[in-house]
């Protein structure tokens, strides 16, 4: 028992903070905290503090970049700079007015209404031959940045939009899934996102656990 306590202790120490955070937009507080098995990057930590500032730079002027994580038992091997994780994300509020994101007066229905018809659909068996392209052929492609491909899914919470991306580590180049989940949370609008490494069957692991984490921050923040 006390073997696990030391262990868990130890994990937490390595990985940062599991509390929820509270955000204020627009004098709406919003209560956001990374999926179950996942912690918050930690600002303290150096390794930490220039991968969350690489994504802040990369959305400045689009989006907010309010909450990174990834797995707690990762942590340790990712912060060497030579592993991956096995599943991250980020939770970004759009800049819909200058400087600062704001709630809207809309339903969420009503928001995934307007906002779907400027998504593109993505036919499945292309999703199926996007898994199966060699990983060299997807890193190749995106050199310019991440790629939009389309709308794999949609229910009451969000849209479920999938996109190409790909992550160095130690030097070497590896592809990425990624699922956008566009949503609102309270009456903001917000873009949840988690990526994975390419591979079969990833994007359906990204859409089921994208339901399952927006399920659950709409809980917090209806």
């Known amino acids: 028992m006390r073997a696990g306590i030391v262990a868990l202790a130890m994990l937490l120490a390595f990985a940062g903070p599991l509390a929820a955070e509270d955000v204020t937009v627009g004098g709406k507080a919003l209560s956001l905290e990374p999926p179950a098995g996942s912690c918050t990057y930690d600002r303290g930590n150096v390794f930490d503090a220039a991968a969350m500032q690489r994504a802040e730079d990369a959305q400045a002027g689009k989006n907010q970049v309010v909450l990174q994580f990834g797995r707690c038992d990762e ?14 994300g980020r939770i970004m509020l759009p800049l819909n007015y ?16 307007i906002m779907a ?10 999703v199926e031959r996007i898994e199966d392209q060699p990983s060299s052929k997807i890193t190749n492609s995106q050199a310019s940045g991440p790629q939009l491909l389309g709308l794999l899914d949609q229910d009451q919470n969000g849209l479920y939009v999938g996109f190409l991306g790909v992550l160095e580590v130690g030097g070497k180049k590896y592809p990425l899934a990624g699922v956008g989940a566009v949503t609102m949370l309270g009456s903001v609008p917000a873009s949840v996102n988690l990526y994975r490494p390419m591979g079969k069957g990833a994007f359906d ?3 089921d656990a994208q ?12």
């Open 117 to 126: 018809p400027k998504v593109p659909k993505l036919d499945p068996v292309d």
């Open 205 to 207: 692991k990204l859409i």
């Open 75 to 88: 942590f340790p091997q990712w912060r060497t700079g030579a592993a991956a994780f096995s599943e991250f």
């Open 98 to 113: 200058p400087g600062a994101p704001q709630p809207l007066p809309l339903s969420r229905q009503k928001y995934l209404d």
């Open 211 to 222: 339901k399952a984490y927006v399920a659950e921050l709409i809980r917090k923040n209806p």
